[in-house]
């Protein structure tokens, strides 16, 4: 008895399933079936022009492997778009409901839902994402030094590198390091009890403690550790209970060369509501900054996340992407997931002009070109004022001129400010006291460290010389 078209698709997608990987199987064979048999030839539908394309380009020879094993008489395989597939009611989808068994499902499960590890000994650690490694990692010039570290705490825990601190604005990859050197130390130390959780499930599992009468437990607990990892350690701030239990267990761990790992969004001298002794330990070992990643930087990371995915976009688009999108890589990545959201959506290949709209529509290119026309009409003034400096420097970093002269702390608006002071100084020549008091009233020795520490950083740091070059440039300097 021959199989009907519904049910011979069905055995081939059996065949198929274990030949590529569960999510990529997932994503692409969902709403599909065979349409037509017309002897040695089948025809399969697909719900999109892009999934279509995807699918007849990368698995063609397992398909018609597969489809060879489920009727030997296929020589052909002819692949056409069929909108109607996306319809529940299709005759001729196949649901993957159908496909995967029992053992599939408690495999996606399992991934999703176990987000805890137990080490031993009351020993609980995040579950460490798979992703996250230092192979896939992208290094660029202005997340060189952070990864190097990373790489060196992996192979040698507890050594020169001992505590790392990483801060970095949010979205550039401070979670990603951070487990990548927790799996590094598992992969070169297997027997090593590695602890990774976030400031905010440290401070939970502390009033738990309190709680439940279970303090001196939790005391011991954590300080058994060969390397404890904290995430996010400013979400402590002004947690006096919760800084003086990371304090203790900080010291235990360090005093037996165990490895300390935290990141964080500012340097340790800027943490307000921290003590400063525990302050001054962070600063003990290798303290190392991530920088918004440059244009370079940004189209490896699509490239790679496409790679990732398996998914092929046009090399103009990605570079479209990476010129328009200067923050970090978070946004970067939304943008490229937009893209192929809604031209899988809308059956239409992704172009330019859908990166255009979407950018658009979330105002980013907007915000570029109305911050371009604003340097562009801040070139044509005349005569150079501490006001117009202000000016320049708060719309070439975008950010508010009251921020920027006021009294915010936030590290998107500290070096900025230094900038500010500094070109102040160096091309007016106003003094330390009068740039003080534009800027909120500060002490003149404020001012003279931002301008010596700017001047300090001109001498290595060439995207600071490249952002002050084209500040000066812009009011024609």
Not at 89 to 113: H, I, M, Q, W
């Amino acid at each position: 008895m021959s199989l009907t078209l519904k049910q011979l698709w069905q055995t081939i997608l059996v065949r198929l399933k274990p030949t590529i990987s569960l999510p990529s199987f997932k994503t692409w064979f969902q709403d599909t079936g065979i349409l037509e048999k017309n002897g040695s030839e089948i025809v399969i539908g697909f719900p999109t022009p892009f999934s279509k394309e995807w699918v007849e380009g990368k698995y063609h020879i397992k398909i018609f492997q597969a489809a060879k094993e489920a009727d030997n008489e296929i020589e052909t395989i002819k692949y056409i778009i069929s909108p109607s597939l996306a319809n529940p009611e299709s005759p001729f989808k196949v649901t993957l409901e159908s496909v995967l068994d029992e053992t599939d499902e408690k495999k996606v499960r399992k991934v999703r839902n176990k987000n805890e590890v137990h080490i031993g000994s009351g020993l609980k650690s995040r579950k460490l994402s798979i992703k996250y490694t230092l192979d896939n990692f992208i290094v660029g010039k202005d997340n060189r030094l952070a990864h190097a570290a990373c790489m060196a705490v992996s192979n040698m825990p507890g050594g020169i590198y001992n505590p790392l601190y990483v801060f970095s604005a949010p979205g550039l990859g401070k979670t990603h390091l951070l487990q990548a050197a927790a799996h590094g130390i598992i992969n070169s130390f297997p027997d090593s009890r590695v602890v990774y959780m976030t400031a905010e499930q440290f401070t939970n599992e502390i009033i738990e403690a309190i709680g439940k009468r279970r303090t001196k437990e939790f005391k011991d607990k954590y300080r058994t550790a060969d390397c404890f990892v904290l995430d996010d350690i400013q979400f402590l701030e002004n947690k006096d209970m919760s800084q003086m239990e990371f304090f203790h267990t900080f010291n235990d761990l360090y005093d037996s060369n165990k490895q300390i790992i935290v990141s964080s969004d500012s340097p340790p001298k800027d943490l307000d509501g921290f003590k400063e002794r525990l302050k001054s330990r962070f600063g003990m070992g290798t303290v190392v900054e991530i920088l918004p990643p440059d244009y370079e930087t940004r189209f490896a990371i699509l490239k790679q996340r496409c790679q990732d995915l398996e998914i092929v976009i046009d090399p103009e688009i990605l570079e479209f992407i990476a010129f328009h999108m200067e923050g970090n890589v978070r946004d970067l990545i939304g943008v490229l997931m937009q893209v192929v959201s809604q031209s899988t959506l809308s059956s239409v290949q992704p172009s330019i002009k859908l990166v255009a709209e979407i950018l658009r529509t979330q105002h980013k290119i907007q915000n570029i070109h109305d911050r371009n026309n604003r340097l562009a009409e801040l070139s044509i003034t005349s005569g150079l004022t501490m006001q117009r400096i202000i000016e320049a420097v708060s719309i070439y970093f975008n950010i508010s001129k009251n921020d920027l002269i006021g009294p915010v702390r936030k590290r998107e608006v500290l070096m900025p400010r230094h900038v500010c002071m500094y070109l102040i100084k160096h091309e007016l020549d106003h003094s330390y006291e009068k740039i003080g008091e534009v800027f909120g009233n500060r002490n003149h020795t404020t001012v003279l460290h931002a301008y010596n520490c700017v001047a300090e950083k001109l001498k290595t740091d060439f995207r600071l010389i490249r952002d002050i070059n084209a500040i000066k440039k812009e009011m024609g300097i």
